[in-house]
């Protein structure tokens, strides 16, 4: 059974960079899609980043392009988010997600099957 | 502003049927994009409910039944049961913004 789980969060000053990791236990990793969504305290779901299997397509939120980095690395079967230029709008828990393809089969329509515990981050001074 | 419109909340008495709405657009489920729905209970992780507007994963009750019709969907819970209270958030993909987009959610209070 495919496991996703999150590290890497913490306290972080406006400004700041901070790097979360999700490690996922599965023998085919390269064929897995993996996202990140997070959640502000009180508030709802942002899908943040994705990344494709090997081929790594990527695409980011609005809200989060040109600060973050979604990358992946096979041989420790881990997805990485980089974050820059912290804000404290990006204070939330952080989701590492697995995603299944809809019945559709076009690009974007996925479902969220499997999700991490989360790491929480915090932007404060 | 969530590109998918939720109702922020939704009450009903044990053994009665809620519905929750998620209104959307041309650009994501009138486009013909999937509708999917998550529950979330206090302190956990979201975890899927409905996928493909319709369909229920293992282990996930028939009291749960999902719908999609033109610009929006629903879902419906049958049956409510105290450990029914949750919060509940739809979610698609929306063409125009290339994004994932998420409904903003809906908490469910069985009385």
């Known amino acids: 059974e495919v496991q996703l789980v999150e590290s890497g969060g913490g306290l972080v000053q406006p400004g700041g960079s901070l790097r979360l990791s999700c490690s996922v236990s599965t023998s085919s990793f390269n064929t897995h899609a993996v996202h990140w969504v997070r959640q502000a305290p009180g508030k709802g779901l942002e899908h943040v980043a994705y990344?494709?299997?090997?081929?790594?397509?990527?695409q980011y939120g609005d809200s989060v392009k040109g600060r973050f980095t979604i990358s992946r690395d096979s041989s420790k079967n881990t997805v990485y988010l980089q974050m820059s230029s912290l804000r404290p709008g990006d204070t939330a828990v952080y989701y590492c997600?697995?995603?299944?393809?809809?019945?559709?089969?076009?690009?974007?329509?996925?479902?969220?099957?499997?999700w991490g515990r989360g790491t929480l981050v915090t932007v404060s001074s | 502003q969530s590109v998918l419109t939720q109702p922020p909340s939704v009450s009903g008495a044990p053994g009665q049927r809620v519905t929750i709405s998620c209104i959307g657009s041309s650009s994501n489920i009138g486009a013909g994009y999937n509708v999917h729905w998550y529950h979330q209970l206090p302190g956990t992780a979201p975890k899927l409910l409905i996928y493909d507007n319709t369909n229920r994963p293992s282990g996930v009750p028939d009291r749960f039944s999902g719908s999609k019709s033109g610009t929006s969907a629903s879902l419906a819970i049958a049956g409510l049961q105290a450990e029914d209270e949750a919060d509940y958030y739809c979610q698609s993909y929306d063409n125009s913004l290339s994004a994932s987009v998420f409904g903003g959610g809906t908490k469910l209070t069985v009385l």
């Open positions: 997600v697995k995603d299944v393809v809809g019945s559709s089969g076009w690009y974007g329509d996925w479902y969220f099957n499997l």
């Open positions: 990344m494709s299997d090997i081929r790594g397509t990527t």
